[in-house]
């Protein structure tokens, strides 16, 4: 099984609420990403979890903040956000984080509104 | 970082067609995936392809790491293979990918 599951679908939201994205995988992976996709861009890399520790921060605002509970699953948490934060934000996960296979299989996304 | 370069940025063809995309990279990789994005936005993994050859029913892609660049190549293209393809690398160990802006495919009937 290659299925990284993520809730909500679809979440619209207001600047001051604050919000949860929620991704899991089952398919025994040690490393799990967040990407955010603006409209007609590629996505782009947010943060990076190896064995539940955050390994990479691209220099997100703090208004996004991440938190992995234990190695199935990973979420996003969301407050005061900004109208330009809306986007498809997209889970992946990959097998090992240090090792040789690396392949990264993603997420259906969750499409963000921020009113 | 490392930068990722696709060509062509958009492709038009008809049904029946064959086509090649490219992907160029400006370091060594040890990852190195090709995706389809369909209209709802899931990413569908092609192939993870670092280096070598491999082949999936109509699809194939080959990467030749020392020149730094992988090709997918598509035939008897169908109206289902349009949307947007994605070459994506990462350059060490669970340092996240890095995408390329992709090619758009429009296949008409």
């Not at chain 1, 900004?82 to 392949?103: F, I, R, V």
């Not at chain 2, 997918?72 to 340092?95: M, N, P, R």
Request: hydrophobic share 30%; with cysteine.
């Amino acid at each position: 099984d290659t299925e990284v599951t993520q809730t909500p679908k679809h979440l619209v939201m207001g600047m001051t609420n604050k919000k949860s994205l929620k991704c899991e995988q089952h398919m025994g992976h040690r490393a799990m990403y967040w990407y955010k996709q603006k409209a007609k861009k590629p996505p782009e890399l947010m943060f990076v979890y190896s064995y539940e520790k955050l390994s990479i921060n691209e220099s997100v605002p703090s208004r996004f903040s991440p938190e992995c509970p234990n190695s199935s699953l990973l979420n996003l948490h969301l407050h005061a956000l900004q109208p330009e934060d809306s986007a498809l934000y997209l889970c992946a996960s990959s097998q090992d984080a240090s090792g040789s296979y690396n392949e990264q299989f993603f997420g259906p996304g969750t499409r963000l509104t921020v009113l | 970082g490392i930068q990722v370069e696709q060509s062509p940025p958009d492709l038009i063809l008809q049904e029946g067609a064959n086509s090649t995309l490219r992907c160029n990279f400006s370091d060594s990789v040890n990852n190195l995936q090709w995706f389809h994005q369909n209209p709802w936005g899931q990413l569908i993994n092609l192939f993870y392809i670092p280096s070598g050859t491999k082949q999936n029913g109509r699809l194939s892609a080959t990467t030749v790491a020392t020149e730094r660049y992988s090709l997918l190549y598509i035939s008897s293209s169908q109206t289902t293979d349009s949307g947007v393809y994605f070459c994506a690398v990462e350059g060490g160990g669970a340092d996240g990918l890095t995408f390329g802006k992709g090619t758009h495919l429009i296949i008409q009937p």
